[in-house]
């Protein structure tokens, strides 16, 4: 397993992952690593969610790479890896900084801003994939559109008519054409009056409260742009407009200035009848304004239309429904978690790698029914293995089962092993506690509950 032998980089990941006294928690939605500029996307009843990846120890936006995380419940989420990064880019040279994903003509189009190594400015490319989860590829083999700024948001109209808007410090839109990956006209900017966009005091340079990471859709027939305002630290604000393109008016705050991260940045979506607002952070340990972290809120839209004063919180939006025992689970699947980190598996996806005594996975909302019997998992150990316990509500909760792993003589080479379960009925939180010696244990790619008889209606 790669990165095993570099001590350093384990004791700074451990830092990240061990948070004492916070497992109920559900806020940031992903611990492994460090996250940022979340961009939601609602696709065939489930949500995508691309970010950028913060580098451990970073003392400045050091990012090479987006991550892609789904969830059908905004609960417990899955771990995609990284299906994009600056290299797929062949004229980029750093900076893998917030974009957004759309899908369109049966594909999805993920705009991101790049440094052009010719140039030296930020420049916004396009991503294109059959999936949802990647691989990307570089879909003009140039940038888009480059004149310096950053951030890039996608809006497609009722009438078909898709829109890229971008910028720092101004705010610039154009007219994508059907492809999705050209543009009719020329870039315009958008009038940055403080009617439209609220006013800054103190800086003459920048009279509106505007500043960067704008996020563009359209509800019952008003347009919103939500954008992160007035650094440092910046707090997340919005306007409204009867058009795409405005006039603009601004509506006031969103989120106050919060949570140890001196950026912020805005992601909104409607999904399964709840509206969420996505955003990032600097909660984890050693997280701060170049090491942030993702989280979620559920909100409710005013009878106006307006959007209410979102907070942050640890704890996070509620469930959406329940997660099913008795089919398939991604190891990766993950409400919360302590110790671990992933990594792409020899058998394709991802696994859930690097544990040690005493790490444990939160999987929340689990729909047991009236019992599970027997839990399966796929597991690999280039050392002596481990166990894992299968406990309920809490990682010292009641035991239902233990899953003895055997070295399997690599990290990467693959067995299922099975064990018995009684007591696992009802919804309940299942915690994973991996125990055994010293060091690594054991890698988990996947794992599934077998349901008595009298659980029939949860079987696949």
């Known amino acids: 397993m790669a990165g095993r032998g570099v001590p350093a980089i384990v004791a700074l990941l451990c830092v990240v992952t061990v948070i004492p006294g916070t497992a109920r928690a559900d806020n940031p939605i992903v611990q492994t690593i460090y ?25 400045y936006f ?41 899908y369109r003509n049966g594909k999805f189009y993920w705009y991101v801003p790049v440094k052009d190594r010719a140039s030296g400015q930020m420049a916004i490319g396009v991503g294109v994939s059959n999936s949802p989860t990647g691989p990307f590829t570089d879909a003009i083999g140039r940038p888009l559109v480059r004149n310096g700024e950053i951030d890039p948001t996608v809006f497609i109209d009722d009438d078909g008519q898709a829109y890229l808007y971008w910028g720092n410090p101004n705010l610039w839109y154009v007219r994508l054409n059907a492809d999705m990956i050209s543009y009719s006209g020329s870039p315009s900017q958008i009038p940055l009056t403080t009617a439209g966009f609220g006013t800054r005091t103190g800086n003459t340079s920048r009279p509106t409260l505007y500043e960067e990471g704008p996020w563009v859709y359209k509800r019952n027939g008003l347009y919103y742009n939500v954008f992160a305002a007035r ?23 969103v989120m106050p200035t919060q949570g140890s991260s001196f950026t912020n940045h805005p992601g909104v979506i409607d999904y399964n009848g709840g509206s969420y607002f ?23 839209y005013n009878a106006d239309g307006s959007i209410p004063t979102i907070n942050m919180s640890t704890t996070g939006a509620p469930q959406v429904g329940t997660l099913n025992p ?114 690594y244990l054991f890698n988990v790619n996947w794992w599934q509950f077998t349901g008595g008889a009298g659980a029939a209606g949860f079987s696949p």
């Open 278 to 300: 996505f955003y990032h952070n600097g909660a984890l340990p050693g997280g701060g304004g170049f090491t942030r972290s993702v989280a979620v809120e559920r909100f409710t």
């Open 231 to 253: 650094c440092c630290s910046e707090f997340v604000a919005y306007s409204t407009a009867p058009g795409p393109t405005g006039p603009w008016t601004y509506r006031g705050t």
């Open 35 to 59: 996250t940022a500029d979340p961009a939601p996307l609602v696709h065939n009843g489930r949500v995508y969610l691309y970010t950028g990846h913060d580098e451990d120890g970073s003392t």
């Open 326 to 439: 008795y089919v398939r689970q991604e190891a990766e699947t993950i409400a919360w978690e302590s110790g671990v980190e992933t990594e792409p598996a020899g058998e394709g996806g991802m696994n859930v790698g690097w544990i040690e005594n005493g790490d444990y996975i939160k999987v929340k909302g689990v729909a047991f029914g009236s019992g599970a019997t027997s839990f399966s998992a796929r597991v690999a150990s280039a050392t002596g293995g481990g166990r894992m316990e299968l406990r309920l509500d809490g990682v010292n909760g009641p035991l239902v089962g233990t899953c003895t792993v055997p070295g399997t003589g690599g990290w990467q080479t693959w067995t299922t092993v099975t064990c018995p379960v009684n007591g696992a009925t009802g919804t309940r939180d299942l915690y994973f506690r991996y125990t055994g010696g010293s060091g």
């Open 62 to 102: 050091t990012m090479k790479e987006w991550r892609v995380w789904s969830s059908a419940d905004l609960a417990n989420w899955t771990d995609h890896g990284s299906p994009m990064s600056v290299a797929t880019f062949g004229w980029a040279s750093a900076d893998a900084w917030a974009g957004q994903a759309v």
